[in-house]
C-alpha cells in the first residue's frame, strides 16, 4: 500500500478545484486577454508595464482590463504581478504553446540584454541610484531568463 502524506492527498484534492475556478474565469476573458494574459506568465515576478509592452506586445489598456478582471494586480510601486496559482495556471498554458513560449523567451532575453547594457551607460553618474533602484526591481526576472536559457539570445 502507498504511503501519502495529508499535504499530497490536500494538494490532490485542491488543485482540481483551483484549476476549475481558473477555467471558469479564463472563459470569460476574450480571445485578445487570453492571447495577452498567457504571454504575461512568461514573468516569474513582477514586471511594468513598459516591460508587458515590449515583450508580449500588450497595451496598457489590456493589461488594465486584466486588472479589473483580477489576473494581474499592481504594486505600490506600479509593477504588476500574478498571484502564484495564477501564474502557474497561465504558465502551463503557455509552455503548451511551444512556438509562443519559445518567441517569448527570446523577446524576454533581448529586453533584459538591450536594459542592461542601456543601464550600463547610466549608472554611473546622477542617475545612479534610479537605474541601481530599477535593475534591483528587475533582477528576479533577469536570473530567471539568465538561469540556463541565455542561449536564447543566440537563436
Known sequence: MEHRSDATVQHQLVRP????VLDYFWSTLSP??????RALSIF???FTSDAAHKITGTSLFLLS?????AFVSRTEDGRYIFQALVRQYLAEQLTQRHNEHARLQRRMARYYAALAVHAEVHIVGTQQAIWLDRIEAELSNIRARCSGRCSVLSR
Open 44 to 46: 516569474p515576478h513582477s
Open 32 to 37: 485578445s486577454e487570453r492571447r495577452v494574459v
Open 65 to 69: 482590463a486584466l486588472v479589473d478582471k
Open 17 to 20: 478545484g483551483i484549476n476549475a
